[in-house]
């Protein structure tokens, strides 16, 4: 229940990672909120209790809503974009002056290696944020002098509004980064938010509420409610009327029951969805510039990222030599504590997922693949062996009939099968529901703009994986998405344009 002391104002830092379980409350306008109920959060790195957190109820949600609101119609929504910006540049220099707070955060929740967390999230987090200053304070808007039949003229142009108080719902695999992709955005344009993270990793986007009142955010422009999707604090969030449009990233389902929840009230939503990536190796591709782009496109982060590689199509010439490659870098991947620098690869981000993934280990080998590397779950000692923990693995022996290569595992684990033509190639990659992400490995420069352009995906890579221009569209078609984020892309999403007219 409810403490009924008055909440806590946001002014200590919180824990970081420890043998001491967190306490993690909502952030409601400035201030520590206890929840309906409490729920633990486990270390997937060794099963222990990382944090009790405070799950938030109807009423939770209706005061970050309110508090949203109120600070939306205060200064906040009137603040002249520079002003804005310069608030999200003292942001990013707030996350970089507490980078190891956050990487604690992260590594505390997911169990990644703690230079992956360093490196990715909270580099990305800082940069996020910078972009965002920079495409808001750079963004212009369409002006036509318009010519009348009559001689008359009429200058139209256009302004912006902020969308409003938007939800931002984040998922589990990069919770900090994802988070600030979307926040960013929002705060450029001027709304107020209510971010709801994954129950699997609550401690950095309540870090980050912090974060964000030391740089100076007024209170209420970022609220953090936590807790789960249906019957909790997901779906009290979704389906309140004071929310004005829905982002959000994670699967494809969720993005279908979240569309449900707005369709009533018509709200505006941004999804990044799931993916089944193809990835396309020529004949005349740089072997082992593909192996090693193929190994981290397949591998990064456990495989929980949206953009990992899930299908791997190779010319038949060089089938064998790229199937051995790939399976002997999975082999050599180290598993083992986030703090050990060897560490390449953590666990699953909980067991609940890892069971998930091994049912997909046993339907692959009841379909008929041909095991090239892992395939289990590993004995690890040192403590671990209650972490949510699992090989690396890669198939040959499946085609597109079959389920493993048609439904997104979201793990550590591929399909490599052989192709002949680059019709057939192409014909390949968008077999599928999805279309998110694809990667062509060539050195025909001629082959591999045709290739790229011809998948239908939101995101088309050539001799690399995971380039990012902060400024570029980001998003999917089919089941991997609506909408694009990324530069001026998010802004057309978080704002809402008025067209003035002026007879002149």
Same mark, same amino acid.
């Given at each position: 229940?409810?403490?009924?002391?008055?909440?806590?104002?946001?002014?200590?830092?919180?824990?970081?990672?420890?043998?001491?379980?967190?306490?993690?409350?909502?952030?409601?306008?400035?201030?520590?909120?206890?929840?309906?109920?409490?729920?633990?959060?486990?270390?997937?790195?060794?099963?222990?209790?990382?944090?009790?957190?405070?799950?938030?109820?109807?009423?939770?949600?209706?005061?970050?809503?309110?508090?949203?609101r109120a600070?939306?119609?205060?200064?906040w929504?009137?603040?002249?974009v520079?002003?804005?910006?310069?608030?999200?540049?003292?942001?990013?220099?707030?996350v970089?002056?507490?980078?190891?707070?956050?990487?604690?955060?992260?590594?505390?929740?997911?169990?990644?290696?703690?230079?992956?967390?360093?490196?990715?999230?909270?580099?990305?987090?800082?940069?996020?944020?910078r972009?965002?200053?920079?495409?808001?304070?750079?963004?212009?808007?369409d002006?036509?002098?318009?010519?009348?039949?009559?001689?008359?003229?009429?200058?139209?142009?256009?302004?912006?509004?902020?969308?409003?108080?938007?939800?931002?719902?984040?998922?589990w695999?990069?919770?900090?980064?994802?988070?600030?992709?979307?926040?960013?955005?929002?705060?450029?344009?001027?709304?107020?938010?209510?971010?709801?993270?994954?129950?699997? +990793?609550?401690? $950095?986007? /309540?870090?980050? !509420?912090?974060?964000? *009142?030391? #740089?100076?955010?007024?209170?209420? &422009?970022?609220?953090?409610?936590?807790?789960?999707?249906?019957?909790?604090?997901?779906?009290?969030?979704?389906?309140?009327?004071g929310?004005?449009?829905?982002?959000? +990233?994670?699967e $494809?389902? /969720?993005?279908? !029951?979240?569309?449900? *929840?707005? #369709?009533?009230?018509?709200?505006? &939503?941004?999804?990044?969805?799931?993916?089944?990536?193809?990835?396309?190796?020529?004949?005349?591709?740089?072997?082992?510039?593909?192996?090693?782009?193929?190994?981290?496109?397949?591998?990064?982060? /456990?495989?929980?990222?949206?953009?990992?590689?899930?299908r791997i199509?190779?010319?038949?010439?060089?089938?064998d030599?790229?199937?051995?490659?790939?399976?002997?870098?999975?082999?050599?991947?180290?598993?083992?504590?986030?703090?050990?620098?060897?560490?390449?690869?953590?666990?699953?981000?909980?067991?609940?997922?890892?069971d998930?993934?091994?049912?997909?280990?046993d339907?692959?080998?009841?379909?008929?693949?041909?095991?090239?590397?892992?395939?289990?779950?590993?004995?690890?000692?040192?403590?671990?062996?209650a972490?949510s923990?699992?090989?690396?693995?890669?198939?040959?022996?499946?085609?597109?009939?079959?389920?493993?290569?048609?439904?997104?595992?979201f793990?550590?684990?591929?399909?490599?099968?052989?192709?002949?033509?680059?019709?057939?190639?192409?014909?390949?990659?968008?077999?599928?529901?999805?279309?998110?992400?694809?990667?062509?490995?060539?050195?025909?420069?001629?082959?591999?703009?045709?290739?790229?352009?011809?998948?239908?995906?939101?995101?088309?890579?050539?001799?690399?994986?995971?380039?990012?221009d902060?400024?570029?569209?980001?998003?999917?078609?089919?089941?991997?998405?609506?909408?694009?984020?990324?530069?001026?892309?998010?802004?057309?999403?978080?704002?809402?344009?008025?067209?003035?007219c002026?007879?002149?």
């Open positions: 229940m409810p403490s009924p002391t008055t909440p806590a104002p946001i002014t200590a830092p919180l824990p970081t990672r420890s043998s001491t379980p967190r306490e993690l409350r909502n952030v409601i306008g400035g201030e520590f909120v206890d929840g309906v109920g409490t729920f633990e959060k486990i270390d997937p790195v060794d099963g222990t209790l990382v944090a009790v957190v405070h799950e938030a109820g109807p009423r939770e949600v209706d005061r970050a809503v309110a508090a949203a600070a939306l119609e205060g200064p929504g009137r603040m002249p520079a002003e804005r910006a310069r608030l999200l540049r003292r942001v990013a220099d707030v970089e002056r507490r980078s190891e707070e956050l990487v604690a955060a992260e590594v505390g929740d997911t169990g990644k290696p703690e230079t992956l967390a360093r490196d990715l999230d909270v580099a990305r987090a800082a940069a996020n944020f972009s965002f200053a920079d495409t808001a304070s750079a963004a212009g808007l002006s036509y002098l318009t010519e009348l039949p009559d001689g008359r003229r009429a200058l139209n142009y256009a302004v912006r509004a902020p969308l409003g108080v938007v939800a931002v719902i984040v998922p695999n990069l919770p900090l980064l994802l988070l600030t992709w979307k926040l960013a955005p929002a705060l450029a344009s001027g709304n107020t938010v209510v971010v709801k993270p994954s129950e699997e +990793t609550p401690s $950095s986007a /309540t870090l980050l !509420a912090e974060i964000l *009142a030391e #740089a100076g955010i007024p209170d209420g &422009v970022v609220n953090v409610v936590h807790g789960f999707g249906p019957g909790s604090a997901g779906e009290h969030l979704t389906t309140h009327p929310i004005d449009g829905v982002t959000f +990233t994670g $494809s389902s /969720t993005g279908s !029951a979240i569309m449900r *929840a707005v #369709a009533p009230r018509v709200r505006p &939503v941004s999804f990044e969805l799931g993916g089944k990536n193809p990835a396309i190796v020529f004949a005349d591709a740089d072997l082992e510039a593909a192996i090693a782009g193929l190994a981290r496109s397949t591998y990064l982060n /456990t495989g929980q990222v949206c953009l990992c590689t899930e199509y190779v010319e038949r010439a060089v089938f030599e790229v199937a051995n490659g790939l399976a002997a870098h999975a082999r050599r991947l180290r598993l083992g504590r986030p703090e050990d620098p060897a560490t390449t690869t953590g666990p699953l981000i909980s067991a609940a997922h890892r998930k993934v091994l049912s997909y280990y339907l692959a080998i009841r379909e008929g693949a041909e095991l090239l590397a892992g395939g289990g779950v590993p004995t690890l000692g040192d403590g671990l062996d972490g923990w699992i090989e690396p693995t890669l198939w040959t022996g499946l085609d597109n009939a079959n389920r493993t290569v048609r439904e997104e595992i793990g550590p684990a591929a399909v490599v099968m052989p192709f002949d033509t680059e019709e057939e190639a192409i014909a390949l990659a968008n077999d599928t529901d999805y279309g998110l992400a694809a990667v062509t490995w060539t050195t025909d420069l001629a082959r591999g703009h045709r290739v790229a352009q011809r998948l239908r995906v939101g995101m088309s890579w050539v001799n690399t994986w995971y380039l990012r902060l400024r570029s569209p980001f998003g999917g078609v089919g089941l991997s998405g609506i909408g694009r984020e990324g530069g001026l892309h998010s802004l057309a999403f978080y704002t809402e344009p008025t067209n003035v002026v007879q002149l």
